[in-house]
């Protein structure tokens, strides 16, 4: 079939305009329309997704956490501290999940242990434990749990630990840090001081209400009551009230604990002395000039003492009038005291600050 030329150059040209038009708008409406497709199908899937009700593995956990909460509480409600063995420490204190933090007392409180410290730290967590349970803000965020070692030494052993007590802070999540043991040694472990270790690691601050103790205001009234009567009965002599001996004696006293540290050890509520517990070795100073043991501030009272009473004998043998020989051996005795318990008293200073004599 023949064809005109007309016919054979428009083949030649290809499409036109307009037909080319056409064919771009369809195309770009076909990939509209298979995007809208693609979300039509994609979104009501994102919404089932996010609406749909938690995996059977998220549900077991929750239910898990829930159960522990509830039996922590439980506990916390019949005792302010919960005691543990190893498989409760693992159970609750260790493995997860946790939206709690536990305190943890590492102690060995029965009678062979033969470890005074142990209770007298006991006694203060004890304090500390139901100024928290019977707080106001008292909730399941903090609990506070005992581990002796005779009930759990494997806990010891699993977290290396060699003496007692020890009291570690285990947060809701990861691992303990070096924050999270408390400074014993350092701080002392009264109650007041471990309230605000745990405020600095849990936000949780704690009021502590002690017991009343009348110890001190019965201690007061006899006192007085030995003074008034001691002046009642000598109500027609009282000379002895003008006694500069006396008053010498009282003052002296007064002096010797206050440089002993006995109103730190008030303060800060030291443990009497340290024991190891590897060696049975029984330590009454303290290695850090940071710190003492409230055995430490008696040996320092004496200490002091003696050197008082050495420096009384000089003198007295260099202003008496008696025999010439009795005042010589006064003043070797006082002499010997001096030497004797000073040198002592500066080898103890020299335990404690290392480095001594300084040097330029």
Known sequence: MAVSR??????AAGPSPRGGGVSMLARSRWRWGLAGASCAILLPLLLLLLC????????????????????????????????????????????????????????ALQPQRQCSVCRQANEEYQVLANSWRYSS?????????????????????????????????FP?????????TFDLQRIGFAAEQLAKWIADRTDVHIRVFRPPNYSGTIALALLISLVGGLLYLRRN??????????????????????TSGQMWNHIRGPPYAHKN?????????????QAQ????????????????????????????KGDVGKRRIICLVGLGLVVFFFSFLLSIFRSKYHGYPYSA
Not at 6 to 11: C, G, Q, T, V, Y
Not at 141 to 166: C, H
Not at 237 to 258: D, H, P, Q, R
């Open 237 to 258: 002599n009282l000379e002895f009230i003008y006694n500069k001996t006396g008053w010498a004696m009282a003052s002296l006293c007064v002096v010797f604990a206050m």
């Open 52 to 107: 749909a009700p938690p995996s059977v593995a998220q549900k077991k956990k929750e239910n898990l956490l829930a159960e522990k909460v509830e039996q922590l509480m439980d506990w916390s409600v019949r005792r302010s501290v919960i005691r543990m063995n190893g498989d409760k420490f693992r159970r609750f204190v260790k493995a997860p999940p946790r939206n709690y933090s536990v305190v943890v007392m590492f102690t």
């Open 6 to 11: 007309s016919e054979a150059a428009a083949a």
């Open 137 to 169: 803000v008292f909730s399941n965020k903090l609990f506070f749990s005992i581990v002796d070692y005779d009930e759990g030494a494997d806990v010891f052993q699993q977290l290396n630990m060699n003496s007692a007590p020890t009291f570690m802070h």
């Open 293 to 320: 043991f409230v055995a430490e501030s008696h040996i320092i009272l004496l200490l002091n003492a003696a050197i008082t009473m050495g420096m009384v004998l000089l003198n007295e043998a260099a202003t008496s």
């Open 172 to 180: 809701p999540k990861g691992k303990p840090k070096r924050a999270d």
């Open 277 to 289: 517990p590897q060696n049975g070795q029984v330590s009454y100073i303290h290695g850090s000039s």
